[in-house]
């Protein structure tokens, strides 16, 4: 008789994980923030309330402290809501760690609550599902972001007012109209400025929209001059790359954040702003395609890098021709060049020095 020696198994064994560290999950509204303690095996502690304020943050360490030693905290809504509370966190040392709103599927099965979603924000955590390091919002990339916030909205605002202004001029009264028609976008703006608002209903919608005009125009100055003096000062070589100017380069560090270092290489970085390549192969077609996820401002910023590179710069045209007579569509061409934009940005975004810590 034959014995058939069966295959042998080896099992690695893994090192049970420590009872006494704790992890916090919080899930953060505007006025208040729920917390959630779940220990090292995964059993929930407790949960708690807690107001959205300096005191609220202090009074909800103080909890976690009392009942074990917290090590990490998956937080929800880091860029908004629980942005002041990751600060703090991170200030008495705590490590912090970005958590995304729970799976929807999950959601549907059990049900939603604040205290579930703490509860499964700390689970996160611990089961290594969430592993992204929030921005921290303390450096020079955050005022790049609070400006350029202001500064959108007032170009979208001008913008607004130029098409009323000239969707006015359509219906307005003939001799108006006349007298307006035909002037360049600076002297039709003066024009209606001048007119007297005391003359009719037209006349004074006309006249505020210029000046409306007026202010929004020097608003858009003001804060591009400061936009442009940040990034010299923060990192100058950004604005030297072809194609890449105030608005470009501040979404980008935006993008990134002031502390880049979490973005661990250049694919990463790829990756955050929609142009990292996906395989899209099926039967004897092989080909890839960039993703459409990620940060779709960086991504349109790098489109916009692109499409100046192709005007003004000899080697990216080269490049176009090359990939287009080996079978590629010009918008694939576009499609690999932003990855490569993507390197350049993210070699000068690594060279930028790092926000100092603050103390607790």
């Known amino acids: 008789m034959t014995v058939l020696s069966m295959p042998h198994s080896t099992t690695i064994a893994q090192e049970p994980a420590d009872p006494a ?12 923030h729920v917390a959630a303690l779940v220990n090292g095996l995964g059993a929930r502690l407790g949960t708690q309330t807690f107001p959205a304020t300096a005191a609220g943050y202090r009074e909800l360490l103080s909890w976690a402290c009392s009942l074990g030693t917290v090590l990490q905290a998956g937080v929800e809504w ?3 809501y629980g942005a002041g509370l990751a600060r703090h966190l991170a200030a008495e040392g705590i490590e912090v760690i970005e958590v995304n709103r729970p799976d929807r599927a999950a959601r549907r099965r059990s049900g939603k609550t604040d205290a579930v979603d703490a509860e499964a924000a700390a689970r996160a955590v611990l089961g290594g599902r969430a592993t992204g390091a929030p921005k921290s919002k303390d450096g020079p990339v955050e005022e790049l972001r609070v400006l350029k916030v202001v500064k959108d909205s007032a170009v979208r605002n001008r913008t607004q007012a130029i098409n009323q202004l000239k969707a006015l001029l359509v219906s307005a ?3 108006l109209r006349e007298s307006l028609a035909g002037l360049s976008n600076p002297a039709l703006f003066k024009a209606c400025a001048a007119l007297v608002p005391e003359a009719g209903a037209v006349h004074q919608a006309l006249h505020l929209l210029a000046h409306r005009i007026k ?3 020097a608003e858009s100055t003001t804060l591009t001059r400061r936009i442009t003096a940040i990034i010299q000062g923060h990192n100058p070589s950004l604005l030297e790359l072809t194609g890449v100017g105030p608005d470009s380069a501040a979404i980008l560090l935006i993008a990134a954040g002031d502390n880049h270092d979490r973005l661990r290489d250049e694919a990463s970085f790829a990756a955050l702003c929609g142009v990292s390549p996906v395989e899209r192969s099926s039967g004897k077609s092989q080909r890839r395609r960039l993703n459409r996820g990620g940060n779709r401002q960086a991504n349109a910023a790098l489109y916009r890098i692109v499409l100046s590179r192709l005007r003004w710069e000899d080697r990216t045209r080269a490049y176009l021709l090359r990939r287009t007579a080996e079978g590629k569509t010009k918008r694939e061409a576009i499609r690999c060049l932003k990855r490569y934009v993507a390197r350049e940005i993210h070699r000068c975004l690594s060279a930028s020095p790092l926000p100092v810590p603050r103390a607790a």
Request: hydrophobic share 35%; aromatic share 0%.
């Open 21 to 32: 560290s704790l992890v916090l999950g919080v899930d953060t509204h505007k006025d208040i």
């Open 78 to 80: 880091t860029g908004s």
């Open 173 to 175: 009264p003939a001799q």
């Open 215 to 217: 202010q929004l125009s």
